[in-house]
């Protein structure tokens, strides 16, 4: 009775590592979008802790406004910048994801595959053990006779 051999392991191996990779790419692509989410939220946050600050102020002055109205402008211009970095990165995202389920369907077909040969060489097995039962119950049989 020889062993069970898929022809196949090498490449399925080397699609295993292709997977892992492609998962490691996309969790990297996830935690920058996620970066950016944070950023963003936080940009805005210290926005408005801003205003609130200045609307406590007792005296507000010209030139506390006019540096409000700066930070604000300043404020939008890098929520948009975020806001764009955040859409190349969802892309980049969503990529690496089709790269990453073309890579796991691929190695799950070459799985399947050698599940399908598995059972194969498992019926064999069993029928050629049914086969050598059946001889040595005939021979026992006929030495009793």
Do not use: H
Request: charged share 35%; aromatic share 6%; proline share 1%.
């Amino acid at each position: 009775m020889k062993t069970f051999r898929f022809p196949l392991q090498k490449a399925m191996e080397w699609r295993q590592t292709q997977l892992e990779l492609e998962e490691t790419r996309y969790k990297q692509a996830a935690a920058e979008l996620a970066r950016l989410d944070g950023l963003r939220a936080e940009m805005e946050a210290s926005g408005g802790r801003a205003e609130v600050e200045v609307r406590q102020w007792d005296r507000v002055g010209g030139g506390d406004l006019a540096a409000l109205g700066g930070f604000r402008t300043r404020v939008k211009k890098e929520t948009a910048r975020i806001g764009e970095q955040r859409a190349a990165a969802a892309k980049t995202a969503a990529e690496r994801q089709a790269l990453m389920m073309q890579a796991r369907q691929r190695c799950k077909l070459l799985e399947g595959l050698r599940e399908r040969r598995m059972n194969e060489w498992v019926g064999e097995r069993d029928k050629e053990l049914d086969e050598l039962a059946g001889e040595a119950f005939l021979a026992g049989w006929n030495r009793r006779e």
